[in-house]
T-cell receptor, first 116, second 113 residues
Framework: AQKVTQAQTEISVVEKEDVTLDCVYE???????LFWYKQPPSGELVFLIR??????QNEISGRYSWNFQKSTSSFNFTITASQVVDSAVYFC?????????????FGKGTSLLVTP | EPEVTQTPSHQVTQMGQEVILRCVPI?????FYWYRQILGQKVEFLVS????????KSEIFDDQFSVERPDGSNFTLKIRSTKLEDSAMYFC???????????FGPGTRLTVL
């Protein structure tokens, strides 16, 4: 069975603070793919990053960074020096090899509010 | 930059009516998906479609739902005899390959009265 857990339902930070969004996943497959999507107040789903299970290298993109640790089945997302425009719901999602049709299995999302 | 488009952006219908939600996936993509998101909840998978047939469907995707690729560009979701609980945002997505990144359209907000 697959499962994605985002334990933080809501996070509120003040602008310029760093914030980490947690994601823990469960799968029995050795091949799987992890994703983060952003859903701003306008409602669309914006792709942020894709990682496959064989690539544990952490990634940095501007103020965004991702920490993938297979040992703890976690794929955490950090925003450095947060800005008001970062306010959104962030979803972690999983595709695993046994999942025919390659459906994205989403977590419940973390709502991030960045205040000035 | 290519993007997935969806029409209409908002659909209001009466309970029991049929609705068709339309999507135009990214042109070179081969895999198509529908997801739904009830207000305030997580995004849930409905169905995936490849090579003109359904490759997987969730428990939500019962006989009330159907999908079709009527021509080379459109991908539709039909909901027959809509119920109040079908009110949700419906997202179409497409990917170039299996397990590849899925790019989402802006969604259709369906309101069933």
């Amino acid at each position: 069975a697959q499962k994605v857990t985002q334990a933080q339902t809501e996070i509120s930070v003040v602008e310029k603070e760093d914030v980490t969004l947690d994601c823990v996943y469960e799968t029995r497959d050795t091949t799987y793919y992890l994703f983060w999507y952003k859903q701003p107040p306008s409602g669309e789903l914006v792709f942020l990053i894709r990682r496959n299970s064989f690539d544990e290298q952490n990634e940095i993109s501007g103020r965004y960074s991702w920490n993938f640790q297979k040992s703890t089945s976690s794929f955490n997302f950090t925003i450095t020096a947060s800005q008001v425009v970062d306010s959104a719901v962030y979803f972690c999602a999983l595709i695993s090899n046994s999942n025919s049709g390659y459906a994205l299995n989403f977590g419940k999302g973390t709502s991030l509010l960045v205040t000035p | 930059e290519p993007e997935v488009t969806q029409t209409p952006s908002h659909q209001v219908t009466q309970m029991g009516q049929e609705v068709i939600l339309r999507c135009v996936p990214i042109s070179n993509h081969l895999y198509f998906y529908w997801y739904r998101q009830i207000l305030g909840q997580k995004v849930e998978f409905l169905v995936s479609f490849y090579n003109n047939e359904i490759s997987e469907k969730s428990e939500i995707f019962d006989d009330q739902f159907s999908v079709e690729r009527p021509d080379g560009s459109n991908f539709t979701l039909k909901i027959r005899s809509t119920k109040l609980e079908d009110s949700a945002m419906y997202f179409c997505a497409s990917s170039e390959l299996d397990a590849d990144t899925q790019y989402f359209g802006p969604g259709t907000r369906l309101t069933v009265l």
